[in-house]
């Protein structure tokens, strides 16, 4: 197994890590264990200055950070710094309002008896990461986790591991204590071990469906909880009465950011037939507006994609919907040839049921464009759907579009606004898109002991 950065952009090996040795996997699970047992005994409040330290050390250090996700996994340079601000967030929300999730709960409904709840720590948690948001899908597992006293061991992406080893640096530079975070560039294996060891307690995934199964199994099979946070096909709706120049801008913008590979991109406009041609002529001219080019350049537009390897799948998809007889409505389909690991934007339409890509996460900027006449016909083509992570809803009758999201099969919608995860509401999905919830106040129990106390 090797983790290995290379350059998106230009296909140059930049640096390789040797694989954990079962030594090193030990040590991590020693040290986890004992953090676990000593953050029993301190008060939450010091994890929480040492949580804000690591916060101030991604403030301070802000390039340097953001530097790592661009060579690692292409991103444009601004999306990088947004991406350390937004860790930065993660980590400050749960320094502010960690505690607060955490007190006792009475329950109060028993006639004169007492009882309460508490939440409290149950141990290590494996994380295992993709390399689409290096940190922030990192610092998600991790600044709960730690408020409550659980140590985190991450397994990230094989294509990242610059960024991987820069989360466990800044750790060691905020003075975070020995075992609370560590990186391991653990094989298969060595991920299946952690979550057979006693001293794990929890798994948390981030990733493709198909990794979700199986690392869903072998928690399952080892009676360990978990949550899953998988990919989705999520809808982007937009009412005859939606704002066009809103609904066009979410739509743009919720499906090229990143370069098209985010869970909850827009990967489906579902567009009335009232303003269909009005939004394609819109989008049409936004996404000519998205030029590849080094995404170290401030002026650059639209990022390569992850690898080479994404490069080569997603064209291979795009075959398939092509042979399976959807249309390219605007974009050419044409691979990209040289080093980098450039995919051009496509808009696409005549996705049928029976088309072998339907339903299938196109992790990339492509947008699939569907005419519907009816709120009817939209549900049932949203809901068809085997995944529910997220969604979009345009409309300027705010009633009409919150009864509709209230139809919609899937963990969270935004209304006239593209979907984005935020440290203070819960993000998660339903279906294929997995189970369990990250932020918020719901994020930080997954991995708790929730212990009722009667008396
Ligand atoms: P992936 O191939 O499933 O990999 C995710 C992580 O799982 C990587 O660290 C990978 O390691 C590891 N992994 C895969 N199979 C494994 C196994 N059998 N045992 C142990 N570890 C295993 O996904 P990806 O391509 O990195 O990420 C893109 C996917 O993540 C998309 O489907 C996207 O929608 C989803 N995603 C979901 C959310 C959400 O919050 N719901 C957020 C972001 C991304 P290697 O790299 O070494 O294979």
Redesign the pocket.
């Known amino acids: 197994m090797s983790y290995r950065v290379v350059n998106p952009y230009n296909g140059e090996l930049i640096k390789e890590f040797p694989a954990a040795t079962d030594e090193e996997v030990e040590q991590a699970l020693t040290d986890a264990n004992n953090f676990y047992q000593q953050a029993k005994e301190q008060p939450i409040e010091q994890r929480a200055e040492q949580l804000a330290a690591l916060a101030d050390e991604f403030t301070k250090r802000a390039d340097y950070y953001a530097n790592f996700l661009t060579a690692n996994m292409g991103k444009l340079i601004s999306e990088a710094r947004g991406e350390v601000k937004k860790t930065v967030a993660f980590a400050r929300y749960y320094v502010e309002n960690g505690a607060a999730a955490l007190v006792d709960q009475d329950y109060t409904a028993m006639a004169g008896r007492k009882a309460h709840l508490e939440f409290s720590s149950i141990g290590a948690v494996v994380a295992?990461?993709?390399?689409?948001?290096p940190y922030t899908?990192v610092m998600r597992v991790f600044a709960p986790n730690f408020i409550l006293g659980n140590p985190v061991i991450l397994?990230?992406?094989?294509?990242v591991p610059e960024c991987a080893q820069a989360f466990d640096d800044a750790c060691k530079a905020a003075g975070l204590p020995t075992g609370a975070f560590k990186n391991i560039f653990a094989t298969?294996d060595q991920?299946n071990q952690m979550i057979g060891d006693p001293r794990v307690q929890g798994v948390a995934?981030?990733?493709?469906e198909?990794?979700g199964e199986?690392?869903a199994a072998e928690a399952g099979h080892n009676l360990k909880k978990s949550t899953m946070?998988?990919?989705?096909t999520d809808v982007c709706i937009v009412l005859n009465d939606a704002d066009l120049k809103k609904a066009v801008a979410g739509a743009v913008s919720g499906r090229l950011r990143n370069a098209g590979q985010a869970?909850t991109s827009a990967k489906r406009y579902l567009v009335q037939s009232g303003i269909y041609d009005e939004f394609l002529t819109a989008i049409k001219k936004e996404f000519a507006k998205y030029q590849p080019g080094d995404p170290l350049n401030e002026k650059t537009t639209l990022a390569p994609l992850s690898s080479k390897s994404a490069q080569q799948n997603l064209q291979k998809q795009i075959k398939a919907v092509l042979d399976g007889g959807a249309k390219v409505l605007w974009g050419d389909p044409t691979a990209v040839e040289g080093p980098g690991a450039f995919f051009k934007p496509l808009i696409i339409s005549g996705m049928t049921y029976d088309n072998p890509m339907y339903d299938h996460?196109l992790?990339g900027p492509v947008a699939q464009l569907y005419k519907v006449d009816d709120e009817k016909g939209i549900v049932e083509l949203a809901n068809h759907s085997n995944y529910g992570?997220g969604g979009a809803i345009y409309s300027e009758n705010l009633d009409k579009a919150r009864k509709l999201a209230s139809k919609i099969e899937t963990g969270q919608i935004a209304v006239n606004q593209p979907l984005s995860s935020l440290p203070e509401l819960p993000?998660g999905?339903i279906k294929k898109?997995?189970y369990g919830r990250e932020l918020s106040n719901l994020g930080i129990r997954e991995f708790a002991n929730i212990k009722t106390v009667l008396g």
């Open positions: 295992v990461e993709p390399w689409n948001f899908q397994k990230h992406a094989s294509i298969y991920v995934l981030t990733g493709s198909k990794a199986l690392i946070e998988l990919g989705g869970c996460e992790f992570l993000f999905g898109s997995g």
